[in-house]
């Protein structure tokens, strides 16, 4: 039934999702020629805030529990586990107050109005993963203007999407490089639920009336035990949530 409604309901979605993408093209220009990062910064907030609104034209529910009292004055690592595109817009907006940065492929930052736009000058990592050393350069930047800024990053320690919901080992390097150059950084893992589901049949149709949840679990401070016992301590918390039976 799901799939049978998103014959329907994809391309209203796709339309409205691809406009607010042109429209909010030349606005982010503006703001950022005109009103430097926090402009910018504003724009994008409010363009992922359309993005996320038009998950419901598909009958999607985004439910985001942060029952954590997380700190403005420290710099944040989001570490999440990752299912599919539609994990970007709700981050973004939903942890808009923490400037929360992501690690993108440098393919991504040419061609895609809006998101190519805000990945070259928006402040996040775009890696080459065929060139190893300018992706461990770009992480180590973005871990200094984590410092320097109090700024947030989300990572996916997964290293790619997950077709199936199931969770593969979290990797440590992006993470370690963060750390190195932002050790003050607070780890916070983050469990997200069911957007595969979203497109599990590929990009048409999509799943329509799916339910995606992202849950802030406890921070875990990484000077307290070592940097391995931490990546597999936010691997398993987030396990616990997202393969839960």
Same mark, same amino acid.
Request: proline content about 6%.
């Given at each position: 039934?799901?799939?049978?409604?998103?014959? &329907?309901?994809? $391309?209203?979605?796709?339309?409205?999702f691809f406009l607010?993408l042109?429209? =909010?093209?030349? !606005?982010? /220009?503006?703001?950022?020629?005109?009103? +430097?990062?926090?402009?910018?910064?504003?724009?994008?907030?409010? &363009?992922? =805030?359309f993005?996320? #609104?038009?998950?419901?034209l598909? +009958?999607?529910?985004? #439910?985001?529990?942060?029952?954590?009292?997380?700190?403005?004055?420290?710099?944040?690592?989001?570490?999440?586990?990752?299912?599919?595109?539609?994990?970007?817009?709700?981050l973004? /907006?939903?942890?808009?107050?923490?400037?929360?940065?992501? !690690?993108?492929? @440098?393919?991504?930052?040419?061609?895609? $109005? #809006?998101i190519?736009?805000?990945?070259?000058?928006?402040?996040?990592?775009?890696?080459?993963?065929?060139?190893?050393?300018?992706?461990?350069?770009?992480?180590?930047?973005? +871990?200094?203007?984590?410092?320097?800024?109090?700024? +947030?990053?989300? !990572?996916?320690? %997964? *290293?790619t999407?997950?077709?199936? *919901?199931?969770?593969?080992?979290?990797?440590?390097?992006?993470?370690?490089? &963060?750390?190195?150059?932002?050790?003050?950084? &607070? !780890?916070?893992p @983050?469990?997200?639920?069911?957007s /595969?589901?979203?497109?599990q049949?590929?990009s048409f149709?999509?799943?329509?009336?799916?339910?995606?949840?992202?849950?802030?679990?406890?921070?875990?401070?990484?000077?307290?035990?070592?940097? %391995?016992?931490?990546?597999?301590?936010a691997?398993?918390?987030?396990k616990?949530?997202?393969?839960?039976?």
């Open positions: 039934m799901n799939k049978l409604f998103g014959y &329907l309901l994809s $391309p209203i979605h796709y339309f409205v607010a042109v429209i =909010f093209q030349p !606005i982010q /220009w503006l703001c950022l020629k005109w009103g +430097g990062y926090s402009a910018h910064k504003k724009s994008v907030d409010i &363009l992922n =805030f993005l996320v #609104s038009s998950y419901y598909l +009958g999607i529910r985004v #439910s985001f529990y942060n029952p954590q009292n997380l700190p403005t004055n420290r710099p944040i690592i989001f570490v999440a586990n990752h299912q599919s595109m539609y994990d970007i817009p709700p973004i /907006w939903f942890l808009r107050k923490y400037h929360a940065k992501f !690690i993108s492929k @440098i393919e991504l930052t040419k061609g895609i $109005p #809006s190519s736009f805000n990945l070259k000058y928006g402040g996040g990592a775009n890696i080459d993963r065929k060139d190893s050393k300018q992706s461990i350069i770009e992480i180590a930047r973005l +871990g200094e203007r984590m410092k320097k800024n109090t700024w +947030g990053a989300v !990572i996916f320690p %997964e *290293g999407r997950s077709k199936n *919901g199931t969770m593969k080992d979290f990797q440590i390097g992006g993470i370690a490089t &963060l750390l190195k150059k932002a050790p003050d950084a &607070l !780890i916070v @983050i469990a997200i639920e069911n /595969w589901k979203v497109v049949h590929g149709p999509l799943n329509a009336f799916e339910h995606i949840k992202f849950t802030i679990l406890n921070p875990i401070e990484p000077k307290e035990i070592p940097l %391995e016992e931490t990546i597999i301590k691997q398993n918390v987030i616990q949530i997202v393969e839960k039976k």
